[in-house]
């Protein structure tokens, strides 16, 4: 029986960016035909980027993703090249081909079309009807695109065809719960076919939407064979014997710790990092309060971009404690990140010098709380403008999901590092970054005392969180039976939860999706995020 090298190209292939892709894409099969590859395989959509959303809309588009696969063609001279791209017949596929003897030989059509959370294929392809199969160095090769091998039948019409070996490409993003869901799939069609599976995904952020690569070996038994790194761009080498159809990694990168909370930051981390770099900003800017959120955020952005590229900015009022004046600048040390103090006391008291006629006869309430948050929003859009660097929002899925967040104020920003991470979680990663920091020899990257302290917005004299919502325990936990689980009132409060906390909560998070749909975008890390995924309607009576 045979055997075949493969290489697996676990890159990054930017959405839109088609001449750099297909140069990414020449380069690396020059380097897996030195290497003596049989076939280097490519994710899915790789010279459009995924997704491409109605870019796909553009005849232009299309034509230069066909043009730039009919140039690599000529460049796979001594190796197959397995090529995921848009292929336009009068309609449009989400496509794989096989580039050969420098000819494209045989394309491949998508058959199954996700349309559920953040995939829209429906919209921009038609669906194909058939698996192929290819010989490549005497192995009868099956060819698979990311959803297809969700489902059973075209992985049985490879088998059926004679595959031994079946080659998945993806553009497949992460979740929590995603790795364990991809490692179901893949054992059930290997023992449901007997082939082996070598599963190769897209790494790398796409507004909101984060790919983690982490590609996959599974044998011809259903065992795993190999699993890569999360997040990690790399070449993946690939030996596959055909007489017992197990499939051997050579010096694949390991995770160094595969813990959920390593996993979920280093998301993070590449989400924001390549919205930044891939959008052309130099750095950033984030407001730091001394609370954990903008804590996290100025470590994750320091940890995406590196100190030189980060701006912090504290803006104290009378109610700023000592205790978030000291927090803020002693991270901002630890971090070796330039460092402002701007009092906005006294714009504070302009403004409300200013409508102090037009408020006659009302009492104070949060609208003068707020026109603190939005003072600090002028003046960090200011500092952005000037030093044209972009604005992080530091606010969290809790603070977004029930509303507690101020309109053109701390909800100012234009990317939004933790979107989709509950409070809970915030803190989770906030001690598992400090610990991190430990193993290495170095000092807590957020200063204890933040982490410990009670959450608090700071707008008026002994404010917490706590006052205006649930312990964050208790809100989290019907937040995500809620947004994630669709569970309804009844079946929540069911579980344990007072009924009225509930009908508070739900209430909250039905009345604040105007506040939403105005928020910045930020990583998807959970499954359903708000966004792109969640989608409600902003005038609506279902409550």
């Given at each position: 029986?045979?055997?075949?090298?493969?290489?697996?190209?676990q890159?990054?292939?930017?959405?839109?960016?088609?001449?750099?892709n297909?140069?990414r894409?020449?380069?690396l099969?020059?380097?897996?035909?030195?290497?003596?590859?049989?076939?280097?395989?490519?994710p899915?959509?790789?010279?459009s980027?995924?997704?491409?959303?109605?870019?796909?809309?553009?005849?232009?588009?299309?034509?230069?993703?066909?043009?730039?696969?009919?140039?690599?063609a000529?460049?796979t001279?001594?190796?197959?090249a397995?090529?995921?791209?848009?292929?336009?017949?009068?309609?449009v596929?989400?496509?794989?081909?096989?580039?050969?003897?420098g000819?494209?030989?045989?394309?491949?059509?998508?058959?199954?079309?996700?349309?559920?959370?953040?995939?829209d294929?429906?919209?921009y392809?038609?669906?194909?009807?058939?698996?192929?199969?290819?010989?490549?160095?005497?192995?009868?090769v099956?060819?698979l695109?990311?959803?297809?091998?969700?489902?059973?039948e075209?992985?049985?019409?490879?088998?059926?065809?004679?595959?031994e070996l079946?080659?998945?490409?993806?553009?497949?993003?992460?979740?929590a719960?995603k790795?364990?869901?991809?490692?179901?799939?893949?054992?059930a069609?290997?023992?449901?076919?007997?082939?082996?599976?070598a599963y190769?995904?897209?790494?790398?952020?796409?507004?909101?939407?984060?790919?983690d690569g982490?590609?996959?070996?599974?044998?011809?038994d259903?065992?795993?064979?190999a699993r890569?790194?999360?997040?990690?761009?790399?070449?993946?080498?690939?030996e596959?014997?055909?007489?017992?159809?197990?499939?051997?990694?050579q010096?694949?990168?390991?995770?160094?710790?595969?813990?959920i909370?390593?996993?979920?930051?280093?998301?993070?981390?590449?989400?924001?990092r390549?919205?930044?770099?891939?959008?052309?900003?130099?750095?950033?800017?984030?407001?730091?309060?001394?609370?954990?959120?903008?804590?996290?955020t100025?470590?994750?952005?320091?940890?995406?971009l590196?100190?030189?590229r980060?701006?912090a900015?504290?803006?104290?009022t009378?109610?700023?404690?000592?205790?978030?004046?000291?927090?803020?600048?002693?991270?901002?040390?630890?971090l070796?990140?330039?460092?402002?103090?701007?009092?906005?006391?006294?714009t504070?008291?302009?403004?409300?010098?200013?409508?102090t006629?037009?408020?006659?006869?009302?009492p104070?309430?949060?609208?003068e709380?707020?026109?603190?948050?939005?003072?600090?929003?002028?003046?960090?859009?200011?500092?952005?403008?000037?030093?044209?660097?972009?604005?992080?929002?530091?606010?969290?899925?809790?603070?977004?999901?029930?509303?507690?967040?101020?309109?053109?104020?701390d909800?100012?920003g234009?990317y939004?590092?933790?979107?989709?991470?509950?409070k809970t979680?915030?803190?989770?990663l906030?001690?598992?970054?400090?610990?991190?920091?430990a193993?290495?020899?170095?000092?807590?990257?957020?200063?204890?005392?933040?982490?410990e302290?009670p959450?608090?917005?700071?707008?008026?004299?002994?404010?917490?969180?706590?006052?205006?919502?649930?312990?964050?325990?208790?809100?989290?936990a019907?937040?995500?039976r809620?947004?994630?689980g669709e569970?309804?009132?009844?079946e929540?409060?069911?579980?344990?939860?007072?009924?009225?906390?509930?009908?508070?909560?739900?209430?909250l998070?039905?009345?604040?999706e105007?506040?939403?749909?105005?928020?910045?975008?930020?990583?998807?890390v959970?499954?359903r995020?708000?966004g792109?995924e969640r989608?409600y309607?902003i005038?609506s009576?279902?409550?």
């Amino acid at each position: 029986m045979a055997n075949l090298r493969l290489a697996l190209a676990q890159f990054d292939f930017a959405v839109g960016a088609v001449a750099a892709n297909a140069a990414r894409v020449g380069d690396l099969i020059a380097q897996a035909c030195t290497g003596g590859a049989d076939l280097v395989v490519f994710p899915e959509l790789t010279l459009s980027g995924y997704p491409p959303e109605d870019l796909l809309l553009r005849p232009s588009f299309l034509a230069a993703c066909e043009s730039e696969l009919a140039a690599l063609a000529t460049a796979t001279d001594g190796v197959a090249a397995l090529v995921g791209h848009p292929h336009s017949e009068g309609e449009v596929y989400n496509a794989a081909s096989l580039l050969r003897d420098g000819r494209i030989e045989v394309t491949a059509h998508k058959q199954a079309l996700p349309n559920y959370g953040v995939f829209d294929d429906k919209r921009y392809f038609r669906a194909g009807h058939e698996t192929v199969t290819v010989m490549i160095a005497g192995v009868r090769v099956g060819l698979l695109i990311c959803e297809d091998v969700w489902r059973p039948e075209p992985a049985a019409q490879a088998a059926a065809a004679g595959a031994e070996l079946i080659v998945v490409i993806n553009a497949s993003p992460w979740d929590a719960a995603k790795h364990t869901e991809r490692e179901a799939a893949l054992t059930a069609r290997a023992r449901e076919t007997g082939c082996a599976f070598a599963y190769l995904n897209l790494v790398g952020g796409q507004d909101e939407v984060v790919y983690d690569g982490a590609s996959m070996l599974v044998n011809g038994d259903g065992s795993i064979a190999a699993r890569a790194a999360a997040f990690v761009d790399a070449l993946l080498w690939v030996e596959f014997d055909a007489a017992t159809r197990r499939l051997h990694a050579q010096s694949w990168p390991v995770a160094v710790d595969s813990s959920i909370e390593a996993t979920l930051y280093a998301a993070l981390v590449r989400g924001t990092r390549d919205y930044i770099d891939k959008n052309g900003f130099g750095g950033v800017l984030l407001g730091l309060s001394g609370g954990i959120d903008s804590a996290l955020t100025l470590a994750l952005a320091v940890d995406a971009l590196g100190a030189e590229r980060v701006t912090a900015a504290m803006m104290p009022t009378r109610y700023t404690s000592q205790l978030s004046l000291d927090g803020a600048r002693a991270q901002a040390e630890q971090l070796g990140v330039d460092y402002h103090i701007i009092s906005i006391e006294q714009t504070y008291e302009s403004f409300i010098t200013a409508l102090t006629p037009a408020f006659a006869g009302k009492p104070a309430d949060t609208t003068e709380e707020n026109l603190q948050s939005r003072t600090r929003g002028v003046m960090l859009m200011a500092l952005s403008n000037k030093h044209g660097r972009l604005l992080l929002a530091t606010g969290n899925k809790s603070e977004m999901a029930v509303g507690y967040a101020t309109l053109y104020g701390d909800m100012c920003g234009a990317y939004a590092p933790l979107k989709d991470v509950y409070k809970t979680v915030v803190y989770q990663l906030s001690r598992w970054r400090n610990a991190h920091a430990a193993l290495a020899g170095e000092g807590d990257v957020i200063p204890i005392a933040v982490i410990e302290r009670p959450p608090s917005a700071e707008l008026r004299d002994n404010q917490t969180d706590q006052d205006s919502l649930p312990p964050y325990d208790e809100l989290d936990a019907i937040l995500a039976r809620f947004i994630e689980g669709e569970q309804s009132q009844a079946e929540i409060a069911a579980q344990g939860f007072h009924a009225d906390t509930v009908r508070r909560v739900v209430r909250l998070v039905l009345l604040n999706e105007f506040k939403r749909r105005q928020s910045a975008p930020g990583p998807r890390v959970t499954t359903r995020a708000f966004g792109r995924e969640r989608r409600y309607p902003i005038t609506s009576g279902w409550r």
